[in-house]
């Protein structure tokens, strides 16, 4: 760790400077986004201090109910915020799809990468636990968002071609294969283009912490590519899961088609 | 074919008792909003009656799957929908819908000759007019070779010549193949002279 240069608080103070300034450009430009230029960066001031103290007591105090806790709030949180931020009213039926597919589709990565890949020890080490599980959890909540959004779009706005085709005695399934694809190929897409990049376009923000943190580069790296794999894994299982059981949601037990009018 | 019986649905529909017969055409006739269209979507199972009860072949509605019904009684909504891709693709989706086997190119330029339609094969299907359109989604639902043929006023879009050209091949077609044929149309003209029955609807009346 020697050689690392621990942040003073009037270094950390210096980079609000940076802030003051934007603000100031923002304000000449008359563009009007200075209160949200500036709630966020409290926001996120506030949010990050209070997860450092939070972390470090966990870390110091590590119980297989703290790590098992943080998780289920992770998880409420995630699934909460993609029913939420959706521009659509979800169904009931869907609102369950969609924590169904996140827990399976989380939970099951969590667990193979931290007990086969890693290997950690003891189980509940909040140290890997805790952000690998955040990683995974974040990256497939932004997957199930988008292909939330394109799976109700397409039902509404094909809703015909989709009712044409059952007339023609397609099944569910075939009537609306073509959107339940473009959907996963949405959901699944920024996480494709963010592996294409990595390390030409931009050095990933784990990779990146490791390595201002001292941890020797070719570590980070390894790290870097099993957490990359991980959560391409998670983001595709969970969304599969999820358009798997999503569509039969807009159908009923007849086979009909179950949208408003 | 068909029977209903006491059949309700909201308050559009209220039918005592209606027979289609096999291999038969039957023309459903009347002023817009009817339930011309609603009748069509009750018979391929793509909507449920409130109230009574459909028999296909003797058998209950409620004991057939309608997956299966429908790839037997086949549907043609009035607005016909394209799907993107060549005519040829447009054509055969009927039958990947279905999961019945692919036909040979051969046979699809004779449906495009029954409907009137001198295209190619991989012409750009958005590019047609309404009525090509509309012949297109009625070739497909041709080539499937159902057992019924419900179809929503096919010819809406297309001119009085055309129109009875086709309804023509159309009917012919069918007799000669002993399938039954239900359609809705606008045309007293085209009920009268080609169809067996005449089914007349009017709003929330009693037949």
Partial sequence: MEGVIDLQLWQLAASYVFIVILLFIVKARGISREKEIIVSSIRMTLQLILTGYLLVYLFNNSNPLYTLLVIAIMEVFAIYNIIKRSKFKLSKGLKRIVAISMLFGTLSSILYFLFVVVNISPWYNPRYFIPIAGMLIGNSMTGISLGVTRLVDGMYTKRYLVESALMLGATPKGASKEI????????????????????IVFLPGMMTGQILSGTSPVTSIKYQIAIMLGILGSVALTVIIFLHLGYKTFFNDESQLNIGE | MFLLKDIKYKDILDIKELKFEESKVACIVGESGSGKTTLLRLLNKLISCDGGEIFYKNKPFKHINSV????????????????????????????????????????????????????????????????????????????????????????????????ELIIEALVSYTRNRGKTLIMVTHSKKIAGSFSDKIVELSKRDSY
């Fill in chain 1, 180 to 199: 339940v694809d473009n959907a996963f190929d949405s959901a699944i897409l920024p996480t494709i283009n963010s592996m294409v990049g990595m390390g």
């Fill in chain 2, 68 to 163: 299966d019904l429908r790839r037997e009684v086949v549907m043609l909504p009035q607005a016909p929908a394209i799907y993107g891709g060549s005519i040829k693709d447009n054509l055969l989706i009927g039958l990947k819908f279905g999961e019945k086997p692919i036909v040979s190119d051969e046979r699809l330029l004779e449906i495009l000759r029954l409907v009137k339609l001198n295209k190619g094969l991989n012409d750009d299907a958005d590019k047609l007019s309404g009525g090509e359109k509309q012949r297109i989604a009625l070739g497909r639902v041709i080539l499937m070779e159902p057992e019924v043929l419900l179809l929503d006023e096919p010819s809406s879009a297309l001119d009085e010549d055309t129109e």
